[in-house]
């Protein structure tokens, strides 16, 4: 039996900040390979991630767990009570970084996973798919495994990802989905000029601030059945200017989008665009746009598998979840083009915090509810 308190703490004394290894997929990989998963390292440009298989590949019931072991910065280490690479247990909480996001929900899976196959080897197989790159930019983590399980026919039937899904109590939500994100800068471009003499300057920041008011203005829309309604933040505002007396050639602003299945990233990007012409035609300000799109929104219409992950965590919990798809994004977003997926975990609210930490006893309490998941989903099929 592995224990995944321990493992977590192993986990967490690992200094894996983004995207530094730091000894934690050697050690799991250890783990797992003693247990007869088939462990490979799909790294990809210094990011580092690894898959595990147990069973045959291209298996008919095949369950996968999706997770990180890469965490965040620390920041202020003497603001830290605990060493935040030290995994010290105190009064019933494991202090240290990562121990919430989500090196406990990596040691829960691949914990109850290897208890798994290891007590009664079933017909089926399992896929541990960990990356070193949620935290950080995305592009070569999980989206680089998918790429790799693509090209060698490696596969998953249904996902489930531990990130932290319950907002204060253990066992209260699981993720059908997500909303999409994405971002924009806006370059305002004007003429510089002195403040006393307006009419040889062109001043972009009436530009700018008329713009920011209309977009944060907008209702895009009012929700849907499964989606709250979508968002849009103005996020910064700047000129870069220190004098009184000058009036500056350019501004820069940045908005955040947070959207549901209403939208696209194409079509929100389209709308910014024409918002700017807008603008641009009223005021002979000359502005830019640039956005990226670090998702689109997604989601897994409750059935078979939201009903599965519910049954287990009820059972092991006592608390019946409700399907959620509030938050920001997880690799999940990348995950749903390969399979249907979902996503359950800890309680979250000590997330990226300083002296993150988790309840041991809910450490437990996950690697029961995804080995019954990993019970009940063999069984069924």
């Not at 072991?69 to 690479?85: E, K």
């Amino acid at each position: 039996m592995i224990d995944p308190v321990d493992l977590t703490a192993r986990l967490v004394r690992c200094p894996s900040v983004t995207p530094e290894e730091g000894g934690a997929l050697a050690a799991l990989s250890e783990v797992l390979s003693a247990a007869g998963f088939a462990c490979t390292r799909v790294d990809r440009d210094g990011v580092p991630n690894l898959y595990a298989r147990w069973g045959a590949k291209g298996h008919p019931r095949t369950i996968g767990f999706n997770g990180h072991t890469d965490v965040v910065p620390v920041g202020d280490r003497a603001a830290w009570t605990h060493d935040p690479f030290g995994a010290e247990i105190e009064a019933g909480w494991l202090y240290g970084r990562g121990a919430t996001d989500m090196k406990s929900g990596v040691a829960a899976f691949a914990a109850a996973a290897v208890d798994f196959v290891t007590a009664t080897p079933p017909d089926g197989a399992v896929v541990l798919a960990i990356t070193g790159d949620e935290e950080g930019p995305g592009t070569d983590g999980t989206v680089a495994l998918l790429d790799w399980m693509v090209e060698t026919g490696e596969r998953m039937d249904v996902c489930l990802v531990g990130e932290p899904t319950c907002p204060e109590r253990m066992g209260e939500m699981i993720k059908i989905g997500r909303r999409g994100s994405l971002s924009a800068w806006f370059t305002f471009r004007g003429v510089q000029g002195h403040s006393a003499y307006l009419h040889l300057a062109r001043n972009p920041l009436p530009a700018m601030a008329t713009l920011m008011a209309r977009l944060a203005a907008y209702e895009l829309d009012r929700g849907t059945d499964h989606f709250d309604p979508s968002t849009l933040a103005v996020v910064t505002m700047d000129t870069g200017n220190a004098a009184t007396n000058v009036i500056p050639a350019e501004g820069r602003a940045t908005v955040n989008i947070r959207f549901n299945d209403v939208h696209t990233g194409a079509s929100l990007i389209a709308w910014l665009e024409d918002e700017a012409r807008n603008v641009a035609a009223e005021t002979g300000i000359e502005i830019g746009v640039e956005a990226r799109i670090s998702g689109e929104s997604f989601l897994t219409p409750p059935g078979a598998l939201s009903d599965l992950v519910a049954g287990a965590v009820a059972a092991e919990t006592g608390v019946t979840p409700i399907l959620s798809t509030t938050g920001g994004t997880s690799d999940a977003r990348f995950v749903k083009d390969h399979c249907p997926v979902v996503e359950f975990g800890l309680v979250g609210h000590r997330m990226h915090a300083v002296d993150e930490r988790v309840r041991v006893e809910q450490i437990e309490q996950l690697k029961a509810v995804y080995a019954r998941v990993l019970r009940d989903y063999i069984a069924a099929k």
